[in-house]
Antibody, heavy 123, light 106 residues
Framework: QVQLQESGPGLVKPSQTLSLTCTVS??????????WSWIRQPAGKGLEWIGL???????NYNPSLKSRVTISRDTSKNQISLKLSSVTAADTAMYYC???????????????WGQGTLVTVSS | DIQMTQSPSSLSASVGDRVTITCRAS??????LNWYQQKPGKAPKLLIY???TLQGGVPSRFSGSGSGTDFTLTISSLQPEDFATYYC??????????FGQGTKLE
């Protein structure tokens, strides 16, 4: 059974870089046909896709965040990481990692998700 | 970007009711539409993918339909554990994925 667990500082100062880690168990982030994504959700609001990394290490980002986002991986630890630079209060949110699966002629979906980690941007 | 609009934003219903939630895409997305359920304090859970395929373990009272721009999620007989917020998500414009704003079922 695949499990994802996010971790990282819960408080980040404005203008600094947010850094989170997602530890994956029950699956390998460097093999298979899945992708590993970050998605965030401000309190009381909807979901925003941030970006993803493939099993080969290629990345795609939401254009609205692309200039500030870096997603990387550590295959030895089976972890993916998110870095978001120059944060502001608008980046305060619950951050989730999720596995993305592609189905032939079926599109893509996110399953499962980690439990999420809350990041607050405040001085 | 493809915009996803859900209606209603909130819905009041009772146990046993048949409930329908609508999701409309700003352009045709074929059947590349997924539905998620999110309970307070929890991560979203995949219910339906490809517009109408039930994810394993999801009760059969949930169903999805639609193609093109208009989609529906139906709960045939509402159960107490179904009170949650529901989100649609398109995967047509890969790799840019967008979600609806959510429908809170209360």
């Amino acid at each position: 059974q695949v499990q994802l667990q996010e971790s990282g500082p819960g408080l980040v100062k404005p203008s600094q870089t947010l850094s989170l880690t997602c530890t994956v168990s029950g699956d390998s982030i460097s093999s298979g046909s899945y992708y590993w994504s970050w998605i965030r959700q401000p309190a009381g609001k909807g979901l925003e896709w941030i970006g993803l990394i493939s099993t080969s290490g290629s990345t795609n980002y939401n254009p609205s965040l692309k200039s500030r986002v870096t997603i990387s991986r550590d295959t030895s630890k089976n972890q993916i990481s998110l870095k978001l630079s120059s944060v502001t209060a608008a980046d305060t949110a619950m951050y989730y990692c999720a596995r993305k699966r592609d189905g032939y002629r079926l599109g893509s979906w996110f399953d499962p998700w980690g439990q999420g980690t809350l990041v607050t941007v405040s001085s | 970007d493809i915009q996803m609009t859900q209606s209603p934003s909130s819905l009041s219903a009772s146990v046993g009711d048949r409930v329908t939630i609508t999701c409309r895409a700003s352009q045709s997305i074929s059947s590349f539409l997924n539905w998620y359920q999110q309970k307070p304090g929890k991560a979203p859970k995949l219910l339906i993918y490809a517009a109408s395929t039930l994810q394993g373990g999801v009760p059969s009272r949930f169903s999805g339909s639609g193609s093109g721009t208009d989609f529906t999620l139906t709960i045939s007989s509402l159960q107490p554990e179904d009170f949650a917020t529901y989100y649609c998500q398109q995967s047509y414009s890969t790799p840019m994925y967008t979600f609806g704003q959510g429908t809170k079922l209360e």
